[in-house]
């Protein structure tokens, strides 16, 4: 069983940075793909990135270019950093694993 660990996330203004990390509990490698989703309140949850074990990405338009997805299979993490952000990127960021792993989430504020 695998347990995934999201941290980073806070409170920072518009056009400022984030940089989250999910930390698993068991080797990623098996997990061809690697993920980031986020949901703002009221809103359904939303795929934004993700990256396959061999580094290939893929990014929703609505952070294409300001949002970065990386993995590193030696430490058991993927990382999502975020530059330029703004306020409608505020939500809970949660990572998985697959279909089946996830994390619980952290909460990314963005202020005007």
């Known amino acids: 069983q695998v347990q995934l660990v999201e941290s980073g996330g806070g409170l920072v203004q518009a056009g400022g940075s984030l940089r989250l990390s999910c930390a698993a509990s068991g080797s990623i490698f098996r997990f061809n793909s690697a993920g980031w989703h986020r949901q703002a309140p009221g809103k359904q949850r939303e795929w934004i990135a993700h990256?396959?074990?061999?580094?290939?990405?893929n990014y929703a338009d609505s952070v294409k270019g300001r949002f970065t997805i990386s993995r590193d299979n030696a430490k058991n993490t993927v990382y999502l950093q975020m530059n330029s952000l703004k306020p409608e990127d505020t939500a809970v960021y949660y990572c998985?694993?697959?279909?089946?792993?996830w994390g619980r989430g952290t909460q990314v504020t963005v202020s005007s």
């Open positions: 998985n694993f697959g279909p089946d792993y």
């Open positions: 990256v396959t074990i061999g580094g290939f990405t």
